[in-house]
């Protein structure tokens, strides 16, 4: 703990610790706005930010260490509390990785509900974060009203894979289970329900001016910088990288679907925030396209039943809700991986916080995680 | 007609036709003072029961429905638990200072009580500066705030409290211009003398423009100088935890918060007072069977009625708007509203001088 017995810190020669004069403030690791065990050290001048440290590892669970003793089929479920708002492509990515390996060739059926599924988790995940972020910054109500959306979402992944935050659906191969029968009905269902909402959002919170005022130039990242920190997702897409994993490098029948990589060219808050508004809408659109294509076949590739991923070094990608998702696996040629290595969006967009909140007010900080899109579980792993 | 007044009239000569003139003048300040205390408490278990459920509205929720029919007894438990909660205060902190915070807030909530008519001839003091004093004892809030952020030993709340201070200063500059306004209609301080002025209309509707920028202005001052959101900079919780309350619990936490809804409550009765006409019905020119109409609702519920119609729409404000940034909260007062006060009071002056007004 830190006994703040004086108020003012005088001259401490400690890094991080500032000057003479700076206010040294800790925010986390319980805070309402860090969203979960992060540790932000701030240094502030009255009330502008000089520095940013993430203190990390409040909630290292050491799941890299895990799967190595976790064989091919079982280390998946565990990346599903990585990133848990979208957990199915977290899973997603590990079953490619895996059939990559194996090189097993997946069913036409399971790859369009993979895609299916993915989707739903990205409108899911974009749902929490625009009532998270709205919350950060001080409204309260469109918290309820994403949740009202993401709702369905939920009600759709309980009937297909039985939960409804960590699920686990993705196995390699194919998937875990066939859909469930009237999974196609309510997707329509909340196709249409989305619609007349999505308009919603925008009459509650983009069009106000106190909203506009609040992200508009807040956080900037330029290009170069977005860049070299790493960012990606819709982080890198608000600053006009063009990075979506979807369209570069295409997994599953995405090369084959029609949608849009949207970026936007501002790199503040509100072109992140726009980035992923626009985002679900076309993940409907994907959604859409496939809802009624669904082909018929099996859900599941047949496997043996004791996997081993040949000696060799393997890699996937994804685009996950929050960027980039990489998993990476040497074999040694056993059952279990010799060692994994995820690759997760969270930490290196949080990498950028420092570069764009120095100079900016402690108001925009809370601005500026939010529309990070931090989920501190992806960040610590 | 049934009234407050003849209920006060009543008590008044009982107590001098038992007691002599001195003791039943002591008697009726005890009798005042337990009404005022009781409606205090009233006011702040209503106003946090009305808070939670137009908030619950607004949000497709329920809002508290298990306590009492409805859930009206919901803040009457919250108290309760408030009240038989330890009130801790932490180390390091200026304990006299930490402690006389609270109280300090609730003695300024209950001074801005004095002057205002609950009802026709209803009114605990009726001095003839009324508006200025409302004015300057509302002012004295700041002082507690600041007191607590400070005494507290804690980073945030000092940070609550220093942008709760600049906040509540620059604010009170509005709100005092727009109070003007009607006073340079009106030509008197007195309560009940801006009252009478509307009894053939009330301000917002016979000023012309100028009162309406005053209403409109007044009414985000007002949200400004109680620390609601979309101002509530002084308590943001997300980025300063709790602000200049972050270290209190207990019935210490109860008292700032009582003070807060009572203060909206005293803002809100101000601004009817002023710009809605008080405990005055609602009057439109000639029409005689209409205005006989309106006279029989009693005047309390007029004023309870236009009181709440305002507690409303601030509430409104704070299940609808983002928080502000404190320099953007700075710039809207000192660039925009304080210029247009200015201004404003020079044209309510002309319309008054003129008198272009009904």
Known sequence: MYRNTDII???????????????????????????????????????????????LGYIHRSIEKMCESLTYRQFIYVTSRMD????????????LCVEKGMQIEVPERA??????MDELTRIASHELWWGAMAMDIGAFTPFFHAFRERETINEIMEDTCGARLTMNYMVPGGVMADIHPEFQKKVKGF???????????????????????RMKDVGVLSKEDAISFGCTGPVARGSGVSCDIRKWYPYEIY?????????ETAGDSLARYMVRLREMKQSVRIIEQLIDNIPEGDFQAKTKAVLKLPKGEFYSRVET??????????????????RIKFRSPGFSNLSALDHMARGSKLGDLVAMMGTLDLVIPDIDR | MWSLNKISDNIHHWLNQQFSPTWALIFEMVIAGICVISLFAMLGLILVLMERKVSAWMQIRLGPNRVGPKGIFQSLADTVKLLVKEGMTPDGADKLLFNLAPFIAMIVAMLLMAPIAFAKDFQLWDLNIGVLYVSAV??????????????????????????SGAQIVSYELSAGLSILTIVVLTGSLKISDIINAQADGWWIFKGHIPVIIAFVIFIIAVTAETNRAPFDLAEAESELTAGFHTEYSGMKFALF???????????????ATLFLGGWMPLHIGHWQAFNHVMDYVPSSIWFFGKTFFLIFLIMWFRWTFPRLRIDQLLNLEWKYLLPISMFNILLATAVAILGWHF
């Open chain 1, 255 to 263: 090369d084959k679907l029609d949608f849009e990589e949207i970026i």
């Open chain 1, 191 to 213: 196709i249409t329900l989305f619609k007349s909402k999505v308009d919603e959002y925008a009459e509650l919170l983009t069009g106000n001016i106190i909203f506009k005022n």
């Open chain 1, 9 to 55: 810190n005088e001259g401490s020669q400690s890094p991080s610790f500032g000057e003479a004069g700076d206010l040294v403030i800790n925010v986390g690791p319980q805070h309402p706005a860090t969203h979960g065990v992060l540790h932000l050290v701030i240094t502030l001048n009255g009330e502008t930010i000089k520095k940013v440290e993430p203190h």
């Open chain 1, 321 to 338: 809700a929050r960027g980039e998702f990489g998993v990476y696996i040497v074999s040694e040629g056993a059952t279990t991986p010799y």
């Open chain 2, 257 to 271: 918060f009582l003070a807060e809804y009572v203060n909206v409550f005293i803002v809100c009765a101000i601004g």
């Open chain 2, 138 to 163: 509302s002012s004295i809030m700041v002082i507690s705030i600041l007191m607590a952020g400070w005494a507290s030993n804690n980073k945030y709340s000092l940070m609550g409290a220093m942008r």
């Open chain 1, 111 to 116: 790859q369009v509900i993979r895609v299916l």
């Open chain 1, 84 to 95: 848990y708002l979208s957990s199915h492509i977290n899973n997603h990515a590990c079953a």
